[in-house]
């Protein structure tokens, strides 16, 4: 990493179905984020955190829970926008935005602000994150964010949503292992690379993500990665919103973010760190495991 880090905080947690990862930026940033990067001779600034509006907050906010069978959508798109014009402004001015959250609704808002030209997405994530308002049983956004991207149902006519930049097949979902059952049909009837922890367990996670990293960048001019701790397994990351066993290793986590950093190819545009729950976490070592695996993915290597 040969460019400014700047960090920008998203403290929210409405696209959840509990409160706490609202305090995931903190959490980063007590974890030692700042200084680990500058350990790599990496010049790190703080943008602080955007201002999110609280449930509470707004015209009848009695009323305003659910819009369709989305909760709190309309509070999600103002923070989705608010990011995507800080993340542009960043990039802009030259600098790395590193997206801190908060929970996963918050990706919208990144994806929109990276996407400027074709642009490739690693997802990790123990889910799918492809439900739309129709299909989603719980109403939570944070399990809609990869099908708002890529327009699915009615966010293709949600401009702040949807990004034309970055089409299925330049997408890669790794280390699912929990998806409803709409979203394993729009899965098989679509272009995304999906790699499930079976996926993992059979070929290990070097040899997926190289894979997945060819699959995306083969046809795009740059790289965004977003990174939900639920990837991992709970034993390793407990501290997260919706925690599923049986996800990968730290040793596994470390070696995924290494491979983006050696041998990725295209322009890494943007990262985003999400779903820490201090609240759910141990000593803050799920906020700290954050920070090494950021720095990892920016340059850090055993040796």
Known sequence: MDRTVELVGVPMDLGADRRGVDMGPSAIRYGGLATQLEALGIQCTDGGDLVVPGPEEGE??????????????????????????????????????????????????????????????????????????????????????????????????????????????????????SLDAEEKELIRESEIHVYTMTDIDERGSITIVREALASVTDETEQLSVSLDLDMLDPGEAPGVGTPVRGGVSYREAHAAMEILSTEAETDLAALELVEVNPILDEHNQTAELACELAASALGDTIL
């Open 60 to 177: 009848s906010a009695a009323n305003r829970e659910f819009d369709g069978t989305a909760k709190y959508l309309e509070e999600t798109r103002i923070v989705c926008e608010r990011l995507r014009d800080r993340v542009r402004e960043i990039r802009e001015a030259g600098t790395f935005p590193l997206v801190l959250g908060g929970d996963h609704s918050i990706g919208i808002g990144t994806a929109n602000g990276v996407a400027d030209r074709e642009t490739g997405v690693l997802w990790f994530d123990a889910h799918g994150d492809l439900n739309t308002p129709e299909t989603s049983p719980s109403g939570n956004v944070h399990g809609m964010p990869l099908a708002a991207i890529l327009g699915e149902g009615i966010f293709a006519d949600q401009p702040w949503a949807a990004v034309p930049e970055i089409q299925p097949s330049n997408v890669a979902l790794i280390g699912v292992r």
